[in-house]
C-alpha cells in the first residue's frame, strides 16, 4: 500500500521569501506524484504531477517539485511567495502500477504567507 | 467551461437525522468521485463511479452512507443516520477518464456539522 507524509502541518514565511513544503513517501512500487492546493473555501487545484521523464517538475504559480526516488521525496519549493499563496497544500500518491486514477492524499501543509 | 457544481455549501444537522449531497461534474466526464475530508486531514476517497457504475467504494461506511450517478451525470451522496464523526467537508471531483493521468477537478465541497 501507499502513504505520504507531509512532515510540517503549518509553514509560516515571510513574502518574497523562498519556500519549501516537504514530502515523503511510502510504497514498494513504483508511483505516480502530485501536488494539490486548496485556497481558503474552495475546492482542491492541481498545482503539478509527476508520471514520467524529467525529475523536476514544473507547475502552476511559479511552483516546482523534484521527485527524488532515492529519498522517496517530492518536496515542493517556490523561490519567491506571495500573499496570494497563502492556502493549504496536499501531497499525493498514486500506485504506478495502475493506469487508473486513485489518489491517496497526505494530510497536507498550510502555508501562510507574512507582509 | 462551468467546474464541478455542489450543493449545498454548508448543512448544519443533528446526529441521526439524514441529509443528502448533491454534485453536477463537468460536461463530458465520465468519472466522479466522492471525498471525505476531515479537518486537520487530506480527503479521503469514499467511492468512485465510471459512468453510473461503480469502480471503488472500498472505503464507503455502507452502513450508513449510499451514493448513486443514475444517469450517469449527476450524483447524489446519502448518510442516514449521521453521527457526529461524520462532520468533514464533501467533495466531489469529476474526471474525462478513469486514468491516472487525466487531472481530477474538484468542486467547492459541502461542509456538514453533525451537533
Known amino acids: 500500500a501507499q502513504s505520504v507524509t507531509q512532515l510540517d502541518s503549518q509553514v509560516p514565511v515571510f513574502e518574497e521569501a523562498p519556500v519549501e513544503l516537504r514530502c515523503n513517501y511510502s510504497s514498494s512500487v513504483s508511483v505516480y506524484l502530485f501536488w494539490y492546493v486548496q485556497y481558503p473555501n474552495q475546492g482542491l487545484q492541481l498545482l503539478l504531477k509527476?508520471?514520467?521523464?524529467?525529475?523536476l517538475v514544473k507547475g502552476i504559480n511559479g511552483f516546482e517539485a523534484e521527485f527524488n526516488k532515492s529519498q522517496t521525496s517530492f518536496h515542493l519549493r517556490k523561490p519567491s511567495v506571495h500573499i496570494s499563496d497563502t492556502a493549504e497544500y496536499f501531497c499525493?500518491?498514486?500506485?504506478?502500477?495502475?493506469?487508473?486514477?486513485?489518489?491517496?492524499f497526505g494530510s497536507g501543509t498550510r502555508l501562510s504567507i507574512r507582509p | 467551461e462551468a467546474g464541478v457544481a455542489q450543493s449545498p455549501r454548508y448543512k448544519i444537522i443533528e446526529k441521526r437525522q439524514s441529509v443528502a449531497f448533491w454534485c453536477n461534474p463537468i460536461s463530458g466526464h465520465a468519472t466522479l468521485y466522492w471525498y471525505q475530508q476531515i479537518l486537520g486531514q487530506g480527503p479521503k476517497l469514499l467511492i468512485q463511479f465510471q459512468n453510473n457504475g461503480v469502480v471503488d467504494d472500498s472505503q464507503l461506511p455502507k452502513d450508513r452512507f449510499s451514493a448513486e450517478r443514475l444517469k450517469g451525470v449527476d450524483s447524489t451522496l446519502k448518510i442516514q443516520p449521521a453521527k457526529l464523526e461524520d462532520s468533514a467537508v464533501y467533495l466531489c471531483?469529476?474526471?474525462?477518464?478513469?486514468?491516472?493521468?487525466?487531472?481530477?477537478?474538484f468542486g467547492p465541497g459541502t461542509r456538514l456539522t453533525v451537533l
Open positions: 499525493a500518491v498514486s500506485p504506478g502500477y495502475s493506469s487508473a486514477s486513485k489518489i491517496i
Open positions: 471531483a469529476s474526471s474525462t477518464r478513469d486514468r491516472v493521468e487525466d487531472t481530477q477537478y
Open positions: 509527476y508520471l514520467s521523464g524529467s525529475t
